[in-house]
Every structure is written in structure tokens, then in C-alpha cells.
């Protein structure tokens, strides 16, 4: 296959699946990751390009090298890897419950590093390939209720930013993208209506990235910052 190979996690809904869409759209072959097939098929309904779709549990290291493979036996070596799966519960520090600290940890940090892991042998190979975290503003500094999400996202960051000093010599890229909220579903149940609308779109923020991670020659972009913009403030008299 000569088509660009690209592997997205967490391609359901939000900025995964704006992701998918504007990459298929510039002839990629996409590789829709996520729990649910059911789900990764609406993103495509009506959807023109190469993709395929594939379900699998990035908790389990075992689950993700099994499906990185049949990737790779089908489509061939992965170009890029777009880290973008991620969970996130909020409250008081104190308030927080193990469950949800375990998952916010399995999928955000243990998540991110498995799939790494299962591409990265293949493109030291060919010395050539991109990794690309979704990580948030939340690894860049702490916020108020959002203790267990934030650390797990300093947790990527350090991963992420690691990473590009073992591979600084390398020709393979590693991005880390640095991103406010965004209207997608992983705020239902959070933010009201009115809140909302003061959110970043999912297809800007995917506009963006592309665009920034689109491959030069003695270029590599280490991170990209989108932060919201913030109204001014009315002036009184």
C-alpha cells in the first residue's frame, strides 16, 4: 500500500474522529481505533477514502500489539500514530474513587505507552514515522477539580517529552499536542449548554494539528499550544 498509514485512537467522536475525517479526505489509508465498531462505523457513514476499522482495548498490552499486528500484515507499517484516546473524571481530590483513578491512569497513561510501544520498533527500522500525544492544557498546569485527569496528563506529557530525547537523533517525529476544551462529547454531563458554546470545535483544532504536522524537511514540531480564547472583559465607566 502506498497510501500514508495513519493509526488514530479514540476515533469515535470528538477530535479523533474530526481527525480521521480530514485525513481521509487528503488520501490517507485511516486506521479507526477504538472500543466499539459500531461506533467507529457511524464516524465513516457516508465517508469517501481508506480506512478500516478496529476495536480493541488500549489497557491491554497484549490486545493492542495483537491488533498494531493485523495492522500491519493488512496495511503495512504505521506512518503516524495519533495517541488521541482519553477519559476523565473531575471533583475534589479527596472525593475521587479508585476506579476512577485506575482508569484515567490505564487509558490516559498506559494507553498511550502501549500503542507507542507497539509502532515504534518498526519505524527505528525505517527511521522514519510519527508519534503525535494528545495530551491537553491539562499537562501543562494544574486546575482546580481536575487533580487525577491533570496528573495523568503530566504523566503523558513526561512520556511524550522523553520520548523525543531518546529519539533526538532519529528522523521520527514526536509531537505533543496541548489543547483547551472542546465541545465533544467528554464533557456531557459537565458543562451546561451555555458553557458549551464558549468551547473550541473539534474540526478546528483538527485543522490545526494537520496542518502544523504536515512532514518538511529539517522540521520537526516538538508541540503545539491551542488554548481557548477568552472574551474580553466589558469596561465599566
Not at 483538527?206 to 524537511?217: D, F, G, K, Q, T
Request: include cysteine; glycine fraction near 8%.
Amino acid at each position: 500500500m502506498t497510501k500514508q498509514i495513519i493509526a488514530i485512537t479514540g476515533a469515535s467522536s470528538g477530535l479523533g474522529a474530526a481527525l480521521a475525517k480530514q485525513y481521509l479526505k487528503q488520501d490517507a489509508h485511516v486506521c479507526l481505533l477504538g472500543r466499539s465498531n459500531t461506533t467507529l462505523e457511524k464516524v465513516v457513514e457516508n465517508t469517501v477514502g481508506s480506512y478500516s476499522i478496529h476495536s480493541l482495548d488500549i489497557t491491554t498490552k497484549t490486545d493492542v500489539a495483537n491488533v498494531f499486528q493485523e495492522i500491519e500484515n493488512e496495511y503495512g507499517s504505521i506512518d503516524m500514530l495519533i495517541n488521541n484516546a482519553g477519559v476523565g473524571y473531575f471533583g475534589l481530590a479527596e472525593d475521587l474513587q479508585e476506579e476512577e483513578i485506575s482508569t484515567m491512569l490505564d487509558v490516559n497513561v498506559k494507553g498511550t505507552i502501549y500503542c507507542t510501544q507497539a509502532v515504534l520498533p518498526k519505524m527505528k527500522t525505517r527511521n522514519k514515522g510519527t508519534i503525535v500525544s494528545v495530551v491537553s492544557t491539562a499537562g501543562l498546569q494544574g486546575k482546580a477539580n481536575e487533580s487525577g485527569y491533570v496528573a495523568s496528563k503530566f504523566a503523558v506529557r513526561g512520556f511524550t517529552e522523553s520520548l523525543q530525547a531518546e529519539l533526538a537523533d532519529t528522523m521520527i517525529r514526536v509531537s505533543g499536542i496541548y489543547m483547551g476544551g472542546m465541545d465533544t462529547p467528554f464533557w456531557d454531563g459537565i458543562f451546561n449548554e451555555e458553557k458549551r458554546k464558549t468551547l473550541m470545535r473539534p474540526d478546528d483544532i483538527a485543522e490545526i494539528i494537520i496542518h502544523n504536522l504536515e512532514e518538511r524537511s529539517n522540521l520537526s514540531v516538538d508541540e503545539i499550544v491551542i488554548r481557548n480564547k477568552k472574551p474580553k472583559s466589558k469596561q465599566t465607566i
